[in-house]
């Protein structure tokens, strides 16, 4: 049994994470925490039936650090800084949720979000939790840094073009986000009122932090490769698709292109690749730890649309990070997210 | 030209009210105002195309309350009362739409609303604006108190019943409200992802506010009556649908109640009663003016099941101001309703 | 390893019951039927993933009835007569999701389905699927008729009271059910546009089928009790909530009333009673198969308001099923449902 | 007073088109057709209130063509070239809202439709309704072929750079679409539970009809330049954006681009070109008959980001062809629109 901790437990995405964990076979959960409604259960917090509903919210100074295996971080960006160093210095193993171990380079995460970093050290340690893409890494670190949601999806959706070598020019992502994406905090974007019967573009362009991580992954940017990232709150819960344009080079085939998908995606248990003709939608991932993938070539051009569909709260966050424990921990990859 | 202002424009009823006023042939928006927009000008506040965007919100000590024929008073209970009064003193008639001078008894808004009243006076003076049953004072009233929105529903919903002397029992009505009904300020309950995908009870059984202004204007409580109210949030932005339940008198029949509904709504404008078989529904009267009335006898019971359906900012608020407005100035009372 | 065949596997219900199995770690699904689809995958009819998304669809002709221990029949009603009958003189025990079983007087069936039962005999053998009631019944069934998902939700909510002799007068449920329990059949009520910021009631009275089996279980009609029941559909996929009111004998005080729920469900995997203050909503239970409960006395009156929730998929469908096939195999009843 | 005829008058379209009539001062409905409903009333096929439910609906075969002086078409494509070709016979002048009189070339109408035109001749008179780009030829016209809603959204988007010779290369259209725009037939698509909480791209790169007349009116193809087409359907009833991605040739700024909008829409009553950090929603043109755009410079790159927000029932169908009356009969524009 792996001996869980879980720092910052009453956000959308903790509470993900414990629904899946309170399935897993090979993970207790020992402690939750919460800043703001320690001493609750979080049957208090969310409307959750027991036994999820049954667990006890503690404050962080009251976590045992070092008496669990694996701790995952699901505090804002900034904010967990501190205790994931915490968690590391007592000797657990770590998977962060937040941002604020995905840059490799301080001063690229400066840049971004604005903030110094205070545990440097440290960044140099954590592996970019995408196992599709480090998978060996990912095994042995002490850190993990889980990717963000829009991150994922456009990744997932370009890796096999940038291993290939034809990921150039312009490449454009239009990615549209259930609202869970936003957190839990109310706000008047995400107010019922405002926010059904809307569909709103925001940060678009070259302004949201996501596109930090996916340049970082992707190799941009590089001489002929230029990133735009147009993010969309659409009016669901759960999930998130991006649609993403690429100028083909003059000799790769539209078979070429499925190929490369195919070669690198065969094996991997959260890649469903759709057959030639379809397109992923968000229904095709909803509640499921997958990442679904359409390959299109708009015909008579060279323009190739990948669409690509995860649900923003599984693979794009808690579902991950729990492949990525069952990574670090060599279990089957797929326990607990089947 | 009827001259009009506007206090606290920045709500969903402010915004209605604008929208309708707009497009009314005799009204002639002069003024509005806003304490925390001040400055700003509505289409930076909602996303509102020009003309309606172009209008500009002031603080309302900087309103000239002496220099228009009508104030609209669109601040939330309690803040209300103030400037409700400093418009009747400078002379101005008023369509207050909050509950501040809804019940006539200073005792009982204290009761329900859990805060003094500070200007009693003025209570003798207004009137409950349901043209429905107080036109004729409406017509004359210097300051009309506009009714709540569940009122409306279930206040319409009965009436005819009230009148013919057969509400008797216990009275049940499950009410249903879109979520702008509960405004515009960001809360964890109207939270998207809170409210979507979700329906919710909320002060059921006595707890209600609405429930006095309905007791006051059904005659109750009384003897043998007692009412039960239960409002539910539903996930759409706007509309509301009460099913109410009486048990009808041994010797009246359907054709009897249908009668009485007749009777009472056969020349009012914004009345839709319905067919014999059919049913009020939310799609029967958004973006309108109408309240829609389906009567359904429970097959061999006693119990009648009506169904009233109203948009909640339109006869529920704003529209309902406008039809007041129309009969304050002897206008027709469709007139920019229609 | 409890061998499984599905009869309709192509329908919400057939779906999330396969989910459900795809979970479960002593079922394993042998085969699949479906009319219409037979030769594809269930990912040609769904958007889902592997390996859920893989299986075949056969004809029923082509399934080895005799070949699995359970079957799982998700048809239409009357459509489901037949093959329940051919299932179980195959010697499969049956758990049959369709109104068909569910009334113990073939006349009854008559009377509310308009259509002739031809499988008479069988009846009788039939135990009607709510383990909260029936789990003795049901552990030694051959066929297990699966309750509807509203009535599921207003027996549980109401059998305490049942049992404890307090179910009296006029019972009123007021239910509001997701789009899903409709079906998958397109119609222009179920068209997104119609159905979406919409609310509609519909059968209200005294003219919905699921009033006979609630009336069968809880023992109407009789002596003083009747019961009214209102349906009504709201825009949302999944979920459903029943505010149920009764007028309690004079003597039955709020404590006793709490004591009969907590005496009869104390020991219940499925049932959620809420704390004195809370209200069932419908997220309380969404993607779980909890019966979530709340109890609220209308304050200075004799009406208590029942709050039942449910997801019409999962307690009220699929999952319920599966919690039967625990029940008939010995299993934990929380097996592949926790 | 404009007697008007309605040709097909139970969709979406035909019912948002008799709402706006209603309110136009200018305009009146002498009849209105349905095959599937005639002899019945409006309020029979919509939840529609008084006086708009009263209007009666007729066949075809009963229309008095020659007694109007303008016919809205609302036929489906195909079906409305004889209709059109019959009352352009009768002497009436029509707004035709289906696709048959929108391409110049019968040859284009036959590849992108897939059936011959009937009525080549009067392909010849017919002018492309955007006022935008044709009023003068509106103003005149005895047959306006009014555009599709992705049509609209788009062109409006990329008109000034089109005039500006700043159209090159690739250019790329993510277009998201409210569910009415489908239709009201109902399928497995637009059935709720599919639509809700999904998010489905469709026909993309080529494949969509509209991409004809988009390229009719913006000079494409043509050397360099090259349209990608990206529709997508969203769980919200009325309102699509348009993100379109164009590559700036060197030489232009911002600035330019701005000034080009601003020459180009400055007098225009129904464009609303937002301020320079300000993105489109669709809020902002929802019920309305503008259409608002935002640009963006993605910063440090040359591709320009237009966001193009329209009510496709509105500014994309029934109000662009009020609209268009409007311009016709030498009417402010804006008249029945405001």
Known sequence: ??????????????????????????????????????????????????????????????????????????????????????????????????????????????????????????????VYGLPELHREGIAHAGLVANPGCYATS????????????????????????????????????????????????????????????????????SAGREFVFSPHLVPLNRGMLSTIYISLPEAVTEGDVRQSYEAMYAHEPFIYLLKPTAVATIAHTQNTNYCAIGLTLASGTRTLIVTSSIDNLVKGASGQAVQNMNVMFALDERTGLA
């Open 154 to 221: 456009v990744i997932l959706g370009l890796a096999p073009l940038e291993r290939a070598g034809w990921l150039n020019g312009t490449i454009i992502a239009d990615s549209k986000s259930g609202v869970s994406g936003a957190g839990r905090q109310p706000s008047l974007k995400t107010h019922f009122v405002e926010a059904n019967e809307n569909l709103s573009p925001y940060s678009i362009g070259r302004a949201h932090r996501h596109i930090a991580e996916i340049e970082q992954e992707l190799g941009m940017p």
């Open 1 to 126: 049994m792996i001996k869980i901790g879980v720092i910052g437990a009453t956000g959308y995405t903790g509470l993900e994470l414990l629904r899946l964990l309170g399935h897993h076979p090979a993970a207790r959960v020992v402690w939750l925490t919460s800043e703001n409604s320690a001493g609750q259960r979080l049957g208090d917090v969310f409307a959750v039936p027991p036994p999820l509903g049954r667990l006890s919210l503690i404050p962080l100074s009251e976590a045992d650090l070092a008496g669990v295996d694996l701790i995952f971080c699901c505090l804002p960006h900034v904010s967990a800084q501190g205790p994931v160093a915490a968690a590391r210095h007592a000797g657990a193993r770590v998977v962060d949720l937040s941002a604020d171990y995905r840059l490799r380079e301080a001063s690229a995460y400066e840049t971004w979000y604005n903030h110094r970093h205070t545990q440097v050290a440290l960044l140099a340690e954590a």
